[in-house]
C-alpha cells in the first residue's frame, strides 16, 4: 500500500528511515484487521461505568476510589462489576518488567519540561489529525473552549504516570492511569446515548483504535519529538520507555493484540493509524486553533512585551508542530508556517544535541540530570495545581460526561 500523507513528509518520514524501521507499510488485510478494532470498546470499565450510574449517591465512584487506594479485598461483598475490573487491573502480565519501566520513566524524567513540547506541539496537535476521535472531544461541549485546561491536565497526567516507582499497584501513576481509562468509558456512555452520534462515519466513540492511537503519541511520537529537539537516547532506552507505554497501555484498557512489544512494531503501529485514522475534518482545524489560542495565552496581560511573548510562543509551538507533521498537514491544520523560527527550533535542537553528546560521556551526568528533571516536573506540576486547581480523580469529566 502507499504510504500515507504523514510518511511522505516532515519528520516522520526521516524518523522512520533513521532508525531503521524498514518496510512499515501494512497490506489490505492488515489494515482490515486493524480497522475490526474500531468496533471494539472496553467491556470491563464500560459495565463498571454502568454500575456507577445506577448506584445512588456517588456511591458506585466511592467504591471505585476505595478499590483502587486499597485493594478490591479491601472491601466488602464489592459489585460484580467492579470484582472483574480490579482482578483483571491488579493481575500484572507476565511480560511486566518492573527494571524496564524504571529504567523507561529515568529517561523519561530526565528529558524535564522540554519534553512537554512533543506533548502539545506533536502529540496533541498529532491527534486533531485523527478526525474521527476529535469527535468525543468536540462531543463533550467543552473541550474546544477549554484547550489550555486540557494541556494542562494531560501534562499533569503524563507526569504522574511517568515519574519513577508511580506505575507500581496503588501507586499514584498506576490509579491515574485506571481513573483515565474510567474517564474514556464514562464518554463513551454519554456518547453512545446521543441520538445523532454517526456511528458509519465515527466508527464507537473511543474505541480501541483510538486509544491505542493515543498511546502511540505519548510514546513513539514522544521519544521521536525528543530527539528532533536534541534529546539522545541509547537503543535501551528508547525499548525501556516503550515498554513503560506498553504497561500503562494494557491497564488503560488496550487489547493485547495491539499493544506493540517493540519499537519496530510501533512504528508499524503508526502507520496503520495513519492510513486509516488520520483523514483531518474542519473540527481538527477548530481543535489546533484552540491549542494555538493556549499557546497566545502566555503574553495576555503583560502589556508590549506580552504581545511579543505571544507571537514567538505561536511561531515556536507551532514550527516544532510542522517540522514533524510535514507541510500538508501543518498547512490543512492552518499552523503559521514561520521559516525564522523553523530555523530557529533547528538550531537549538543541534545546540542541545551537542551539548547532550559531550555530556553523555561524563560519568554522573545523567543521574544529575534526572534530577534536575524531576525536580523541574514537580515544580511544574505544583505550580498548576495552584493555578487550575487541578483534581487527579478527574471527577469534573465524569460528571461533564
Known sequence: MEDPELFRHGGFRLAARLAGAGDIRGTDEQVAKFREFAQAEDPLADAVVAMIERM??????????????????????????????????EATPYWVDGARIERGARAITRTGL?????????????????????????????????????LVETAAWWITVTTPGQLQLKKSGYASALRVRLVHAHVRAAMNRR????????????NQIQTVGTLLLFSLVFVLGTQLLGVRYTERERADILHLWRYVGWLMGI???????????????????????????EDSKRLAKALLVTHEAIGYGRGPLGKVLSHISVRVHSSISRLVLGKSNADFLELPNDPLAQGAVLTAAAVNFAAETA???????????????????????????????????????????
Open 56 to 89: 445512588p449517591g456517588g456511591h458506585g465512584r466511592h467504591l471505585f476510589e476505595q478499590a483502587l487506594e486499597h485493594g478490591i479485598d479491601h472491601l466488602q461483598d464489592p459489585p460484580a462489576e467492579l470484582v472483574s475490573f480490579f482482578r483483571a487491573a
Open 114 to 150: 522540554l519534553g512537554l513540547f512533543p506533548l502539545g506541539d506533536m502529540s496533541l496537535m498529532g491527534g486533531y489529525l485523527a478526525s474521527r476521535a476529535t469527535k468525543p472531544l468536540v462531543g463533550t461541549g467543552e473541550i474546544e473552549h477549554m484547550a489550555g485546561r486540557r
Open 195 to 206: 441520538g445523532d452520534w454517526d456511528y458509519a462515519a465515527w466508527d464507537k466513540p473511543v
Open 255 to 281: 487489547d493485547d493484540e495491539l499493544l506493540p512489544a517493540t519499537e519496530q512494531d510501533a512504528w508499524r503501529l503508526l502507520w496503520l493509524l495513519a492510513a486509516t485514522e488520520f483523514i483531518p475534518d
Open 359 to 401: 555530556l553523555g560521556h561524563l560519568p554522573g551526568v545523567n543521574g544529575l540530570r534526572e534530577r534536575l528533571g524531576a525536580a523541574e516536573r514537580r515544580h511544574y506540576v505544583a505550580r498548576l495545581g495552584k493555578v487550575f486547581q487541578l483534581d487527579p480523580t478527574y471527577a469534573r469529566h465524569m460528571r461533564a460526561a
